[in-house]
Nanobody, 117 residues
Framework: QVQLAESGGGLVQPGGSLRLSCAASGSSFSVYEMYWYRQAPGQQRELVARISSSGSTSYADSVKGRFTISRDNAKKTVYLQMDSLKSEDTAVYLC???????????WGRGTQVAVSS
């Protein structure tokens, strides 16, 4: 089974930046799509970014132009670069994997992002 571990969250002021990492321990990382989700307290889990095995990307409208998803297949890691952060970005951020938009993995603990002055 593919195991994922998120890191890089923290407290940042509005307008600041963070880079999240998601490290995979399983095999065949390069053939999977990778996804970043977020979930704020009392709210539904939301897909914010995805990257295909070939490197194509897509984003939720709420983060488009501010967030960038990337992957390093040699390191089996997917990243989420978050710039121009807003208070509305405050959430637990989680990664997952799949194919053709279908999730294959289990949900982990995620990493907390708090945007506040």
């Amino acid at each position: 089974q593919v195991q994922l571990a998120e890191s890089g969250g923290g407290l940042v002021q509005p307008g600041g930046s963070l880079r999240l990492s998601c490290a995979a321990s399983g095999s065949s990382f390069s053939v999977y799509e990778m996804y970043w989700y977020r979930q704020a307290p009392g709210q539904q889990r939301e897909l914010v970014a995805r990257i295909s095995s070939s490197g194509s990307t897509s984003y939720a409208d709420s983060v488009k132009g501010r967030f960038t998803i990337s992957r390093d297949n040699a390191k089996k890691t997917v990243y989420l670069q978050m710039d121009s952060l807003k208070s509305e970005d405050t959430a637990v951020y989680l990664c997952n994997w799949g194919r053709s938009g279908l999730l294959y993995g289990s949900w982990g603990r995620g990493t907390q992002v708090a945007v506040s002055s």
